[in-house]
């Protein structure tokens, strides 16, 4: 997928759930059917303007199986690249948008005997499409939600209209082992884990379900690349020979876009590995949740998407 295929829409509804939260409702703009979209699916929201253009990827938060209109939520974040803010200043009812097919890489596992999820603030938004479906199938749903005290009241009854199941909320901050180690040690066998949130929570998960012995194929990720920005760097291209001047603000697979490269990419947050690139000299800052161990120390490969360069200089071979 590349930034050529696009599904035209139109905002129809913008309404704030918090102070710096909105949702926004999105319908065709040739008022034709939306495609259909499995729980857990998002979408890339492309943000024309004046000066650059950004391609975020957000949750689809109604149901799976709606298709007169799509939902999306979105937290402006202070020290983002810049398009929750496009979204949330420049973004109103009757603006035109184009948005990607609907993309899943963060399914149900249906196999699974029982679903452990844990959200970290506006990282609820994937589930927010997999809970009325796992609820519906009566489902064995555990909710762990942690959040801003701000936020408590808004998130957990967003989250509680979607599940039967119970919800724990955590208002302070806490070592993951700490938090869900004793919870995580006493899930019966079958039963699949599933997180979304600050990246410093997911690698705590992470690893605390790695050290419990949690087989990778019940431990689940999403992740939308919000760690994508860093220290400019220069990207060379081997096949042409151009050097491409990396931003802080921006990710290496948006300055490639910036400069007419059409880069493949779906997720956009280091999740699908599409996007993967040959590197034939420089360190990658590995920031992905695709690659294993092994790729990574080779460094013979990194997610544009949000990896960047460790030095001054990587050396692609595009």
């Not at 650059?52 to 938060?61: C, E, G, Q, V």
């Not at 096949?239 to 997720?267: F, K, T």
């Not at 000299?281 to 013979?300: I, K, Q, S, V, W």
Request: charged share 20%; glycine share 10%.
């Amino acid at each position: 997928m590349n930034a050529s295929r696009t599904i035209p829409v139109r905002v129809t509804h913008v309404e704030p759930v918090t102070q710096d939260v909105r949702r926004f409702t999105l319908e065709s703009a040739n008022q034709s059917r939306l495609p259909a979209y499995s729980a857990g699916s998002h979408v890339v929201v492309t943000m024309r303007g004046k000066e650059r253009i950004w391609r975020n990827a957000y949750s689809l938060t109604t149901p799976a199986g709606a298709r007169d209109a799509y939902q999306i939520i979105v937290r402006r974040v202070p020290q983002s690249r810049g398009g929750s803010a496009f979204m949330h200043s420049e973004v109103h009812e009757g603006s035109e948008l184009e948005i990607s097919m609907p993309s899943n890489f963060f399914p149900i596992a249906r196999c699974g005997a029982k679903h452990v999820m844990i959200a970290g603030g506006i990282g609820l938004t994937p589930f927010l499409s997999m809970l009325p479906e796992l609820a519906q199938a009566r489902a064995r749903v555990e909710m762990y939600l942690c959040c801003r005290p701000e936020d408590e009241a808004v998130f957990t009854e967003i989250v509680a209209k979607r599940t039967t199941g119970g919800v724990a909320v955590y208002t302070d901050l806490c070592d993951a082992r700490e938090r869900f180690g004793d919870m995580l040690a006493a899930q019966p066998a079958g039963t699949h884990l599933y997180t979304c949130g600050p990246e410093g929570l997911m690698n705590g998960v992470a690893r605390t379900a790695r050290e419990l012995g949690w087989p990778a194929s019940h431990f689940h990720q999403e992740s939308f690349g919000g760690g994508s920005h860093g220290e400019p760097f220069i990207a060379v291209l081997a096949q042409s020979g151009r050097a491409i001047r990396v931003r802080s603000d921006e990710s290496l697979l948006e300055a490639l876009e910036r400069e007419g490269i059409d880069a493949p990419y779906m997720c956009r947050g280091g999740a699908c590995g599409t996007c993967a690139l040959e590197v034939l000299d420089g360190e990658p800052d590995h920031r992905d949740f695709c690659l294993g161990e092994t790729e990574r120390a080779t460094g013979g490969q990194m997610l544009p998407c949000v990896s960047r360069a460790r030095g001054e200089r990587l050396v692609l071979n595009i």
